[in-house]
């Protein structure tokens, strides 16, 4: 069986179950398959930082061996996600797994996958719910495939997944995940297995002069005992170590799936923009960076009060105008874009959903507004060209009635002023 955990997940993951998930999530295929692109490695490359201590490994060593983590949910994946209790069930569990894994750091994740795809956040949150019982079948079906035992082998299995991830991880994911360069992802995975070791064989270590200790005892007095006496010659023992038995290799079928190329490797879903600066801009194909870019470009497209851009990439603290760190990606392409277009000037737009009262709301969306201007002023861009302001609940662009929607309605709009 490959090594390779995100091919093997791939391999699962049919044009038929994206059907099903779309439909589920309520989202085009076209979208869904991008947030998989992005969901799958993210939720790997969680589980590989996560391994890279011995009690994280042990952790997920742990939630294998009480689960019913055998593949056997790879089987019917179709059914499986075709909505009912049976997938509302992969869901309960998917987010205990979920919360196991990424902890505080799953919401990060979300806006991540979110903002790379055009899915709702909503939507992205329930995608790595489902997808986690899909990767946690995978991964204890192939632990059962090479034999691994315990959570060392599993921590070397899984850092030994690095190589496969690098080149499809979200940019941002390393700032979420608390790594400050996601090329290292795994190196430490040698440790935490040589950390397993050491405190194997280093609790004998520790324990051996104890346990020698009497026997030393007993021996001295038996020799004092005995010393007038003739000692009788040892006799002379042969202890032969039996052969140890071969391990039995497992006769693994790999099964006949309907196969679509890797998700991950869809990048058609992706917009890619070299600016003038060099700076290459990578987002979701439908996003708003895609969307402002075109929009400056366009000579046609005269500047107006009506053409605003949202940017669905910012995330800030509950009830607070502090920025989250997965926030980072949108910020950085929005200050290079404004680099390289020198004499667009923009107005940022802060907005909430309407519950709680309204002057509450306003001056929080002022200050949110402020505080996306203060990271352009920070990351090179002239005051000048910057205009900010809120307007608390006025302009929603969803119903408030739902979760959803007034999720849609916390937000920060782009308005190109001058170009």
Known sequence: MSNNLLELINENITAGVISKIAGFLGESPKNTTSALGAAVPSILAGLVNKSTDSQGASTIFNLLSQGTHDGGILNNLVTAFAGGEGTNDLLSSGATLLNSILGNKTEGVANLVANASGISKTSSNSLLRMLMPVVFGVLGKTVKAQGITGAAGLASLLGSQSGFLKNFLPAGLGSILGMANLTDLGKTASAATAQFDEESSGGFGKLWPWLLLPLLLFLGWGVFKNSKQPEPAAPEVSIQQP?????????????????????????????????????????????????????????????????????????????????????????????????????????????????????????????????????????????????????????????????????????????????
């Open 243 to 419: 052969a140890a038995p071969a391990l039995p290799v497992p006769d693994v079928v790999a099964p006949v799936v309907e196969k679509i190329a890797p998700v991950v490797e869809k990048i058609s879903d992706f917009f890619e923009k070299t600016l003038s600066s060099g700076f290459t801009v990578k987002a979701s194909k439908d996003g708003f960076e895609s969307k402002l870019i075109a929009f400056i470009e366009d000579a046609g497209k005269a500047v107006d009060k009506e053409s605003w851009f949202t940017m669905n990439g910012m995330v800030f603290d509950t009830g607070k105008a502090t920025l989250k760190p997965e926030s980072n990606v949108q910020m950085t392409n929005l200050v290079e874009i404004l680099k390289a277009y020198p004499n667009v000037k923009i107005k940022i737009g802060g907005y909430t959903d309407n519950k709680g009262k309204a002057k509450s709301n306003l001056a929080l969306s002022e200050k949110r507004a402020a505080t996306v201007k203060n990271a352009l002023v920070a990351g090179g861009i002239d005051a000048s060209r910057l205009e900010a302001e809120g307007y608390g609940s006025e302009h929603p662009v969803a119903d408030n009635a739902t979760e959803e929607g007034r999720q849609q309605n916390r937000r920060i709009d782009v308005l190109v002023t001058a170009k």
